[in-house]
């Protein structure tokens, strides 16, 4: 554990020298940050390219893109995260276990091209309008060193409270890639919000808090708690939750009838 620790400790510090964050956080001193993203008509702004994120272990780096726009006196300096629920709870960093270490932290991304430097290829993470606002990293350590084997983005595509722009009080979906950000796929449902994910460190497989609107109104509430799911890094399938309907409701009837 020890020798995995201070692997990922190494991955950080350099990838903090690669500047593996949005172009859009407090560290800038110019006065730009990521503009305020409608759903409809264009994204006002200058395009901004990020310094690449680094993908440890692999000929991959993820280069950040956002439109930006100038902030004034009394501007939001960050026009995503607006108070909604999907913001809470974020500790930047890292953990370990085992061989297995989690790096994760806030972005303020458009999008991303990940970029194989060996091969030469090219792709976009988001196919269509969208924020990339956080991510989660899971490195795994052995003999040969530290590599990415997997990667869950915080995407938020759909203006789900229908106030016509994206941010942190709308639906939140996991956006899943192996870890050179290869075959970039949702793996929870459209309507949900994404809260946190937790890697497993001697399974090959992620927990994802998952918050869903049950009452439809399109914005996700205190009483709106979320749920795990449970993700297989093996295969393609989709994230499930991780107890089954059946079992959810044999355990909540327990309480939900007053005993006679």
């Known amino acids: 554990m020890a020798r995995a620790f201070l692997?990922?400790?190494?991955?950080?510090?350099?990838?903090?020298?690669?500047?593996?964050?949005?172009?859009?956080?407090?560290?800038?001193?110019?006065?730009?940050r990521m503009a305020t993203t409608p759903v409809d008509g264009v994204v006002e702004g200058r395009p901004t390219w990020g310094a690449p994120m680094l993908l440890p272990g692999t000929s991959s780096r993820i280069v950040p893109y956002a439109r930006e726009s100038r902030v004034g006196w009394f501007g939001d300096y960050d026009?995503?995260?607006?108070g909604g629920k999907g913001t809470y709870g974020l500790s930047e960093g890292s953990y370990s276990g085992a061989d297995v270490t989690t790096a994760s932290g806030s972005l303020r991304w458009h999008n991303g091209v990940v970029v194989d430097l060996e091969g030469g290829a090219q792709?976009?993470?988001?196919?269509?309008?969208?924020?990339?606002?956080?991510?989660?990293?899971?490195?795994?350590?052995?003999?040969?060193?530290?590599?990415?084997?997997?990667?869950?983005?915080?995407?938020t595509v759909e203006d789900s409270n229908g106030d016509g722009v994206l941010d942190d009080r709308d639906a939140m979906r996991a956006l899943y890639t192996d870890g050179a950000g290869g075959s970039p796929r949702y793996v929870t449902p459209a309507g949900t919000q994404l809260r946190s994910v937790s890697f497993d460190p001697e399974k090959q497989t992620a927990v994802l808090m998952v918050a869903h609107d049950d009452d439809g109104d399109g914005t996700f509430e205190d009483a709106e708690a979320p749920a795990p799911y449970l993700l297989r890094l093996t295969g393609d399938q989709p994230a499930e939750p991780m107890v089954r309907p059946a079992m959810q409701g044999t355990t909540d009837g327990l309480l939900a009838a007053a005993r006679r």
Request: glycine share 12%; proline share 3%.
């Open 79 to 82: 026009r995503f995260a607006e």
């Open 7 to 32: 692997s990922l400790a190494l991955v950080l510090v350099a990838g903090s020298c690669q500047g593996p964050i949005s172009p859009a956080v407090s560290s800038k001193s110019d006065g730009f």
């Open 123 to 155: 792709w976009n993470l988001l196919g269509e309008r969208g924020i990339l606002s956080r991510y989660w990293m899971r490195v795994a350590t052995d003999n040969a060193g530290s590599r990415s084997t997997g990667l869950v983005f915080a995407a």
